[in-house]
């Protein structure tokens, strides 16, 4: 083999694995923009955790990758209005990012604490007493649905979803 061709070799190999790996810090990032829909009552907080595994999914938000609560009740004007977050001129629903995300599989959860406790409030026999929801609005029947019944992938510059709210 000639020296020529070793080294041809070796800068394509080089090459195509920089394709392959981006260089250190310019990872592109990506934001989630999350509406939540059906709120039956503009009072309290509408709380949500985004998940990046089952771990902790969708209730423990010492688990999730990223979390807030953000006011139900609409501001006097949009420019007093926090940029990540948007009530609608409907008033039945709200906008939250998510924002300098990795791209990737993620799952939400959403309750609306209308009591603004930090709770989420069940009834007597363990029936939730707020509005609640997740990514991909899968159907709740005995119990909340698994990571992979809710899971989204976030890519792009933006990935835009909707969970509406239950309510029992």
Not at 14 to 20: D, E, T
Not at 85 to 95: F, G, K, M, V
Not at 131 to 145: A, I, L, Q
Request: glycine residues 10%; proline residues 5%.
């Amino acid at each position: 083999m000639n020296k020529h061709y070793i080294l041809t070799s070796i800068l394509t190999m080089v090459a195509v694995g920089g394709l392959a790996y981006p260089v250190h810090g310019l990872e592109q990032s990506t934001q989630l923009l999350v509406q939540v829909s059906g709120l039956n009552e503009l009072q309290g907080k509408v709380c949500l955790s985004l998940f990046d595994s089952s771990t902790g999914f969708p209730s423990n938000g010492d688990e999730a990758v990223g979390s807030q609560c953000v006011s139900a009740i609409e501001p006097v004007s949009t420019a007093e209005s926090d940029a990540a977050t948007q009530i609608s001129p409907d008033s039945s629903s709200l906008w939250v990012a998510f924002e300098n995300l990795a791209p990737g599989s993620y799952a939400v959860s959403v309750f609306h604490d209308a009591n603004g406790d930090g709770e989420f409030n069940r009834h007597l026999f363990g029936m939730p007493a707020e509005g609640f929801g997740f990514s991909r609005n899968p159907e709740v029947r005995t119990g909340p649905p698994q990571f992979g019944d809710a899971v989204v992938l976030v890519a792009g510059t933006e990935t835009k979803i909707e969970i509406e709210l239950n309510y029992f």
